[in-house]
């Protein structure tokens, strides 16, 4: 049974950092493409990134506009985590933030997480 369990959201002023983690059991994961949504109050869940194998040993971030240049995913394929590293945060950024596995382009994914709350004040 896959799971995946997030941990480290909570409340920042805007400007700041927090870092996202999310733990993944159930099976082997480093084929799969792994990567954070959200969802604000009121608004659709939208795309943040992934992390896909791009080779042999290689993997390749994406992100959505929104994010790029603040935000960074991570994975460590032994500890079978991913990581959203979030800087410069925005209000904007107050969403609820899923883990997900399995992650078909920017649009859907077949595992999520529960979810943790992360919340910008301006």
């Known amino acids: 049974q896959v799971q995946l369990v997030e941990s480290g959201g909570g409340l920042v002023q805007a400007g700041g950092s927090l870092r996202l983690s999310c733990a993944a059991s159930?099976?082997?994961?480093?084929?799969?493409?792994m990567g954070w949504f959200r969802q604000a109050p009121g608004k659709e869940r939208e795309f943040v990134g992934s992390?896909?194998?791009?080779?042999?040993?290689?993997?390749?971030?994406y992100y959505a506009d929104s994010v790029k240049g603040r935000f960074t995913i991570s994975r460590d394929n032994v500890k079978n985590t991913v990581t959203l590293q979030m800087n410069s945060l925005k209000p904007e950024d107050t969403a609820v933030y899923y883990c997900?596995?399995?992650?078909?382009?920017?649009?859907?994914?077949?595992?999520w997480g529960q979810g943790t709350q992360v919340t910008v004040s301006s």
């Open positions: 997900v596995a399995d992650v078909y382009g920017n649009k859907r994914a077949e595992y």
């Open positions: 159930g099976r082997t994961f480093s084929n799969s493409a």
């Open positions: 992390i896909r194998r791009s080779g042999v040993s290689t993997y390749d971030a």
